[in-house]
């Protein structure tokens, strides 16, 4: 009998590390969470294959690029991508028996399946397409995710046990749509990656307990607003550039920055407005469940003058200053801001 070589056996056991096989070892069983998760995160899954192969054909087909016309709750122009993005994980969750609301950044109100609540006890937060700007321009692109699970009863359909802190969050993570597919997730049991294999339709496990670095050289902010800044923000951006070391990057799709301080260790900024002091960043769909990644994976989430993840929302659409990555290079925003006041 011939015998595999040790590589060969580890080649394997890599491509059988599937996202769905990967959550249920995460919780060393198969109790009914650890099945419920490992179903959600199969879903998350198949709404990042139909995006990804979406994407892939965008410049192939009508209808996909451009503008819609609308303006969506945020009084921002929608992309003809958001949209069809926000559909996929409405209608990818209404199969899945398990998620009874559905909370995104594109709808104004949480979206309710009414036949998966009698069971359904979990929410999906999410932003369907971050950094929407880049479709048109073949760009990175991602979406963001967060799961959590429903307290008490949702009489009046505001989902108000959702105006919580962010450590509420029992899973979250990111689709990252570049040169390939990647899936990057938590559930507060370290943080691990996948990458998306077209040959077997499954995202295989790229790498576990993913550590991010204490600092490193990447600042990652939009410079052309350095004058609605604080003067705090503007002396921060001042010292890195009079400092030897530091790199800017930056693309336009937040997921893709932050995934590069994730490996590469930095920080990235979105700090709020001398006019609009609350920031851009939506709390619940975009900055908390990045907060959740990032600090379980040992780096610092803030606005500034407090943790991300201790910031209870007074509205589903709160927005928030984020400033996130490396916890040295946060602590060293964080020290420019409080000491400007």
């Known amino acids: 009998m011939v015998q595999a070589s040790e590589h060969e056996d580890k080649a394997l056991d890599r491509d059988c590390t599937t996202l769905s096989r990967h959550v249920l070892q995460q919780f060393q069983g198969f109790s009914a969470q650890a099945q419920d998760l490992s179903a959600l995160m199969n879903r998350v899954a198949l709404a990042g294959k139909l995006v990804a192969r979406h994407l892939s054909r965008a410049g192939l087909m009508e209808g996909v690029l451009g503008f819609t016309g609308e303006v969506n709750v945020q009084g921002e122009s929608v992309k003809k991508m958001d949209v069809y993005a926000n559909d996929v994980f409405i209608s990818v969750f209404k199969q899945s028996g398990l998620v009874c609301r559905l909370a995104s950044?594109?709808?104004?109100?949480?979206?309710?399946?009414?036949?998966?609540?009698p069971i359904g006890r979990y929410t999906l937060l999410y932003d369907p397409i971050d950094g929407s700007s880049n479709t048109d321009t073949n760009l990175s692109l991602g979406s963001i995710f967060a799961i959590r699970q429903q307290e008490g009863d949702d009489i009046d359909g505001k989902a108000k046990d959702l105006l919580s802190t962010?450590?509420?969050?029992?899973?979250?993570g990111y689709i990252l749509y570049g040169p390939s597919t990647m899936l990057v997730y938590t559930m507060g049991k370290g943080v691990h990656s996948f990458t998306l294999d077209p040959s077997l339709g499954e995202f295989i496990l790229?790498?576990?307990?993913?550590?991010?670095?204490?600092?490193?050289?990447?600042?990652?902010?939009?410079?052309?607003n350095f004058w609605q800044w604080e003067e705090s923000v503007r002396e921060y951006v001042r010292y890195v550039h009079r400092t030897e070391g530091y790199s800017a990057r930056y693309s336009g799709a937040?997921?893709?920055d932050i995934h590069r301080i994730l490996v590469q260790g930095g920080v990235f900024l979105y700090p709020g407005t001398v006019q609009k002091p609350e920031g851009k960043l939506r709390l619940l769909y975009e900055s908390a469940p990045l907060a959740y990644v990032i600090e379980q994976a040992g780096g610092r989430a803030t606005t500034g003058r407090m943790n991300i993840l201790d910031v209870v929302p007074q509205k589903l659409h709160q927005r928030t200053p984020l400033i996130i990555g490396s916890k040295e290079n946060v602590a060293k925003v964080e020290s420019f801001i409080q000491n400007g006041h």
């Open 254 to 256: 937040m997921v893709s």
């Open 166 to 172: 962010g450590d509420k969050q029992i899973g979250a």
């Open 105 to 117: 950044e594109e709808m104004d109100e949480p979206y309710y399946i009414p036949e998966n609540c």
């Open 206 to 224: 790229t790498e576990e307990n993913i550590k991010i670095p204490d600092s490193g050289s990447v600042y990652s902010v939009n410079e052309g």
